[in-house]
């Protein structure tokens, strides 16, 4: 993982009503959180501009806020909601570490207190789109929309949509196809479940491998992530031998290097032509 600076807010307390007992949600109590903000804060102490950082200030007081206008069950649920909006607030921020405490945890016996600590950050994934049937490209721009629309996803990038010939041999038309740059706080399977939900959406039907197809989303890479499961392999399986991926994908990520093979998309485009 990169190296990131920190700010730190150690140990704000706030009034509020979370948990799973009535008398929690009705009278509330006492919680503490404690926080890791993960940025570059090389600009900031360069010139010492405050919208260069991240003001821990505003952050206390959109915790306190957040914390008091919200309620959960579970502090795991308030800690990662919390966490989600923290890092959609604040774009500067890359990550964050938190711990929330609860000090007054009606377990019955002598603790200092219950808490729950999560880690989460900012993923950046390529994805290749491809659709052969219908309005291909009402297909693609959907595809973008709704990722966009998703509020654990940003759309950084997209390449131009390209006409390719069909892959695998089964006689069908021609695809459009197209890359894009997604920031995204979803893990890879929760990625993978999003865009098979997006095919769905999109009349998605898997009959014929490599057949016809309205609405195509793969993960082609994941940060730096190398793993294999039975539904998701990371870095796509075949992405150095396909020109209908590596010429979009080098249009928006030219020097992003294979994690396996250790080339560019370049080098690859290049060595495929």
Same mark, same amino acid.
């Given at each position: $993982?990169?190296?990131?600076?920190?700010?730190?807010?150690?140990?704000?307390?706030?009034?509020?009503?979370?948990?799973?007992?009535?008398?929690?949600?009705?009278?509330?109590?006492?919680?503490?959180?404690?926080?890791?903000?993960?940025?570059?804060?090389?600009?900031?102490?360069?010139?010492?501009?405050?919208?260069?950082?991240?003001?821990?200030?505003?952050?206390?007081?959109?915790?306190?806020?957040? $914390?008091?206008?919200?309620?959960?069950?579970? +502090?795991? /649920?308030?800690?990662?909601?919390?966490?989600?909006?923290?890092?959609?607030?604040?774009?500067?921020?890359?990550?964050?570490?938190?711990?929330?405490?609860?000090?007054?945890?009606?377990?019955?016996?002598?603790?200092?207190?219950?808490?729950?600590?999560?880690?989460?950050?900012?993923?950046?994934?390529?994805?290749?789109?491809?659709?052969?049937?219908?309005?291909?490209?009402?297909?693609?721009?959907? /595809?973008?929309?709704?990722?966009?629309?998703?509020?654990?996803?940003?759309? %950084?990038?997209?390449?131009?949509?390209?006409?390719?010939?069909?892959?695998?041999?089964?006689?069908?038309?021609?695809?459009?196809?197209?890359?894009?740059?997604?920031?995204?706080?979803?893990?890879?399977?929760?990625?993978?479940?999003?865009?098979?939900?997006?095919?769905?959406? /999109?009349?998605?039907?898997?009959?014929?491998?490599?057949?016809?197809?309205?609405?195509?989303?793969?993960?082609?890479?994941?940060?730096?992530?190398?793993?294999?499961?039975?539904?998701?392999? +990371?870095? @796509?399986? %075949?992405?150095?031998?396909? %020109?209908?991926?590596?010429?979009?994908?080098?249009?928006?990520?030219?020097?992003?290097? @294979?994690?396996?093979?250790?080339?560019?998309?370049?080098? $690859?485009?290049?060595?495929?032509?």
């Amino acid at each position: $993982m990169r190296k990131y600076d920190e700010i730190h807010i150690e140990n704000l307390e706030f009034f509020a009503r979370h948990g799973v007992f009535p008398e929690e949600t009705k009278l509330g109590q006492k919680f503490t959180v404690s926080l890791v903000m993960y940025m570059n804060t090389r600009r900031a102490g360069l010139s010492d501009e405050l919208d260069a950082s991240v003001d821990y200030g505003t952050v206390s007081h959109f915790i306190t806020e957040y $914390m008091r206008n919200n309620t959960y069950q579970l +502090i795991e /649920a308030a800690a990662e909601n919390l966490v989600r909006e923290l890092l959609l607030q604040f774009p500067l921020l890359e990550g964050i570490d938190l711990e929330l405490k609860k000090p007054w945890a009606p377990i019955g016996l002598p603790v200092e207190y219950a808490s729950v600590k999560i880690s989460r950050f900012w993923h950046k994934a390529y994805l290749g789109m491809g659709s052969n049937m219908g309005d291909k490209k009402a297909y693609l721009d959907f /595809a973008v929309e709704r990722l966009n629309q998703d509020k654990d996803c940003i759309v %950084e990038k997209v390449s131009d949509y390209l006409v390719t010939e069909p892959y695998g041999g089964v006689e069908q038309d021609d695809f459009l196809n197209a890359c894009l740059l997604l920031k995204t706080q979803l893990s890879p399977e929760e990625l993978l479940d999003k865009l098979h939900e997006i095919e769905q959406e /999109a009349h998605r039907e898997r009959i014929i491998r490599w057949g016809p197809r309205t609405l195509d989303l793969d993960i082609l890479l994941y940060d730096d992530v190398v793993m294999e499961n039975d539904d998701l392999i +990371i870095p @796509h399986v %075949e992405m150095h031998k396909r %020109e209908f991926v590596l010429k979009p994908l080098s249009e928006i990520a030219p020097n992003i290097r @294979h994690p396996i093979y250790k080339k560019t998309v370049s080098q $690859m485009l290049e060595e495929l032509n």
